[in-house]
């Protein structure tokens, strides 16, 4: 591509943009934004996209899902089954045709592929079968700030797994964990996988993969002696019960009446050092229980404590509540420390959190009347809810350490929450109807590529890796208007493209040193400048990342570059 005739319109400065990932990609002249949450792809940011969904592609062929393309416009009928056109919350675009009838723009597809499997599949004998798409979502999400992290219409690839039996999901699951791996490892990310919320819904059969990144909205919990890694999001059990609180839910009992102020008015006010308080839960003053629920970054004793909730007061209204709520033993009295009330919770096997909001991942995972123990295990509520840093791991008793995430894949043993629901069913080898038994997969395919930005840029602008890179070769005639250089560099850029490289050949008429500049703006892994030496038949080649510069004879450039 001539740069001369491409749509790269680089600036200087941006003001509006806050993460790293947002700046770098306005101001590389990659995308510009229409509405809130809303942007244009020009087409270096395409060219990005598209090479990481050329990796998507390749790697789900590869475990055997088949690309299909779903409507993106839903009839709300569909969502009204699984009782989510009511309950997904106002991330839910609604909207309505010609003749008033309601629709949605999908933010995800379990109800419009359960409606296309329940016709067209209905023995064992096809199972298992999965299938993926790519394609816009919408979600209007509550602050589309971020550019690419957090769009209001963004990309992601979809897939979803129909099975007879759990095993069969099973094996599915741990095949699309793999071919994440491979994805995200393809794409140059610096990632993991660690277990996510999962309510009531899959049991443990849900993980997220979190791109690390300081600019993530997710903290992981991480321990430094064996491979425990979960998002801390599921720690918000209830913090979020309190949001909810503020909506009115009419089957709700009203248990608390929540007050915050600073953990140090909180601490005085229970006549509690702070340090007891950030890793304790339940307190008995002057004979009436009160929950304590700390949020925010402490320093306490020199270890910072993160993403624990706001320092708040709920007294409750009566101590059966409390055990009900905590999990004490009826005629306890605090403090309870983490360790000992995830043993009290463990020793009385099932506390019923009625009530009480689980699954805090999504509006429409929250499940009300959820019982831990049955629904889902007690240290996987408990564990992180108070969990500081250089705690002990739950799994092996090392120590844990927190880092912020992006969530770039997600993976999730449906099972038959949906299926059920819409009546899907399959005949098993018996001859009976049953469920399918699902899992969905998915990828934040436009999140990915700025996540990319988010760990390859430096001071000077973005580093691709080569994989994913919008070209490959940066092709600079630094003095268009020096008839021997743009002679050699036209005649290179000709050579480069027979040899199939991807090449962007700068042959504008501008100074050496904006040219520099974009360069180092757009990040394309390596450089070749036609320059003052080409008189003697050299030119430099230098890569973008390190820096690294050679010198090079202008016949041996192409062979150098393959
Ligand atoms: P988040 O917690 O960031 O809101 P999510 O858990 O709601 O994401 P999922 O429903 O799991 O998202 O969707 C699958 C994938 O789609 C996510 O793992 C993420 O990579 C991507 N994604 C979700 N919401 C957005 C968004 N608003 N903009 C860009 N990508 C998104
Ligand atoms: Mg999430
Ligand atoms: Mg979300
Ligand atoms: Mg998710």
Redesign the pocket.
């Known amino acids: 591509m001539r740069q001369k005739h491409a749509l790269i319109p680089t600036l200087r400065t941006v003001s509006e943009a806050e993460m790293i990932s947002h700046q770098l990609m306005l101001r590389a002249g990659m995308i510009r934004q229409l509405a809130a949450g809303v942007y244009t792809y020009l087409p270096l940011a395409y060219r990005v996209l598209h090479k990481v969904e050329t990796i998507i592609r390749e790697e789900m062929d590869a475990i055997g899902a088949q690309q299909l393309l779903l409507p993106a416009l839903h009839p709300s009928e569909l969502w009204e089954e699984t009782g989510r056109y009511a309950n997904y919350g106002p991330e839910l675009v609604k909207l309505k045709d010609r003749h008033e009838r309601p629709f949605v723009l999908g933010p995800t597809h379990e109800e419009v592929i359960t409606d296309l499997l329940r016709d067209e599949i209905n023995s064992y004998k096809k199972l298992p079968m999965s299938l993926y798409q790519i394609q816009t979502k919408f979600r209007d999400e509550r602050r589309p700030r971020s550019g690419l992290l957090r769009g209001r219409e963004f990309i992601m690839k979809d897939a979803y797994s129909f099975h007879a039996d759990r095993t069969s999901l099973d094996e599915t699951y741990q095949d699309f964990y793999d071919a994440y791996t491979k994805i995200f490892t393809r794409c140059g990310l610096n990632f993991r996988a660690v277990e996510a919320d999962s309510g009531a819904i899959g049991g443990k059969g849900t993980h997220?993969f979190m791109a690390f990144s300081d600019a993530g909205e997710d903290l992981i919990a991480m321990c430094d002696s064996c491979d425990y890694a979960a998002n801390t999001e599921m720690a918000e059990v209830v913090g979020k019960a309190e949001v909810q609180d503020k909506e009115p839910a009419p089957e709700r009992e009203k248990v608390s009446t929540p007050s915050k102020g600073t953990i140090q008015e909180v601490s005085a006010f229970l006549n509690v050092p702070v340090e007891q308080l950030v890793k304790s839960l339940l307190f008995i003053v002057d004979g009436t229980p009160v929950l304590v629920l700390v949020r925010g970054d402490h320093e306490v004793n020199d270890v910072k404590v993160k993403n624990l909730f706001d320092a708040s007061v709920c007294e409750l209204a009566d101590e059966e509540t409390v055990r009900r709520v905590t999990g004490a033993p009826s005629g306890f009295v605090g403090p309870v420390g983490l360790k000992e009330k995830v043993q009290i919770l463990a020793d009385q096997a099932v506390m019923e959190l009625n009530d009480f909001v689980v699954g805090a991942?999504e509006i429409d995972a929250h499940l009300m009347h959820v019982q831990v123990g049955r629904d889902f295990s007690v240290d996987q509520v408990v564990d992180l809810r108070m969990i500081v840093e250089g705690d002990a791991c739950p799994r092996c008793g090392g120590k844990i350490h927190f880092q912020r995430g992006i969530?770039v894949g997600?993976v999730f043993k449906l099972g038959t929450r949906y299926s059920e629901a819409m009546n899907a069913n399959v005949l098993d080898p018996q001859g009976k109807e049953q469920p399918f038994i699902m899992g969905c997969y998915g990828i934040g395919v436009s999140r990915i590529v700025a996540s990319i930005v988010e760990q390859h840029h430096d001071e000077h602008g973005i580093t691709w890796p080569m994989e994913v890179a919008p070209y490959t070769v940066h092709l600079i005639a630094v003095n268009m208007k020096n008839e021997e250089q743009a002679k050699v560099a036209e005649e290179l850029y000709q050579e480069l493209q027979k040899a199939r490289l991807e090449v962007l050949f700068d042959d504008r008429p501008e100074r050496a040193g904006v040219k520099f500049k974009d360069a180092d703006l757009l990040g394309i892994p390596v450089r070749v400048t036609v320059g003052a030496k080409v008189g003697d038949g050299i030119v430099e080649i230098k890569c973008r990342k390190t820096g690294d510069t050679q010198e090079i004879r202008v016949q041996e450039v192409t062979n150098e570059l393959l």
Do not use: D
């Open positions: 997220e991942n969530e997600h």
